[in-house]
């Protein structure tokens, strides 16, 4: 069975700089997605970036990227010039490529409690 | 387009009652997911469903829990016999078939008394 870990429960960052929250993972799958997710205090799940493992190139989506190693089955998310709003639980997720019946089953994360210091 | 509707947002319960959460999919989406988030903990994968069939039940505990996903109405997980150990965040999430991401609703906070 698919794990993932963060072994960063909580990270602080003064805003408009740059953090970087960690993701570790264990599959024997060679194909597959990851994603990270926020959620903010009102609880609402939002996704912030998807990485197809087929893909070389790390994902982007304005100030957050990521850097995808396959090969140590690392999947960090970067923030930068960070901003107040960005102050959440941060989730990274696995999905098997071929879930049964096309399932979006996610295996999640401990998550990780980002504050953004003004 | 309304997002994933789940109601009640909270839901208190006493011991041995039975808790029922609602979930309506985004309009256009045939797919239901719903996840339990623990305090302190990450979502976790309960059961997998498409209008009138249940396709994925892994993450189901065997006894006291059910869900279905009807032809008309929303999907409903019903929790018999609540205890106190059912204290959890109840989200729901829909897809449309063949996406690869899941859009999540706001979640239901059951407590149990």
């Known amino acids: 069975a698919q794990t993932v870990t963060q072994s960063q429960p909580e990270m602080s960052v003064q805003e408009a700089e740059t953090v970087t929250l960690s993701c570790t993972y264990d599959t024997s799958e060679s194909d597959y997605y990851l994603f990270w997710y926020k959620q903010p205090p009102s609880r609402q799940m939002i996704l912030v970036i998807r990485?197809?493992?087929?893909?070389?190139q790390n994902a982007t989506e304005n100030r957050f990227s990521v850097n995808f190693q396959k090969a140590a089955k690392s999947f960090s998310l970067k923030i930068s010039d960070s901003q107040l709003g960005d102050a959440a639980m941060y989730f990274c997720?696995?999905?098997?490529?071929?879930?049964?019946?096309?399932?979006?089953?996610?295996?999640f994360g401990k998550g990780t409690k980002l504050t953004v210091n003004p | 387009n309304a997002g994933v509707m789940q109601n009640p947002r909270h839901l208190v319960r006493r011991r041995g009652q039975e808790a029922r959460l609602r979930c309506s999919p985004m309009k256009g989406h045939s797919h239901v997911y719903w996840y339990r988030q623990l305090p302190e903990e990450g979502l976790k994968f309960m059961v997998y469903l498409q209008k009138e069939n249940i396709i994925d039940e892994s993450g189901m505990p065997k006894e006291r829990f059910s869900a279905e996903f009807p032809k008309e109405g929303p999907s409903i997980l019903r929790i018999q016999q609540v205890v106190r150990g059912d204290s959890a965040a109840y989200f729901c999430?829909?897809?449309?078939?063949?996406?690869?991401?899941?859009?999540f609703g706001a979640g239901s906070r059951l407590t149990v008394l």
């Open positions: 990485q197809e493992a087929y893909k070389q």
């Open positions: 999430a829909s897809s449309p078939r063949g996406a690869n991401v899941l859009t």
């Open positions: 997720a696995y999905r098997s490529y071929s879930n049964q019946g096309g399932s979006e089953k996610l295996v």
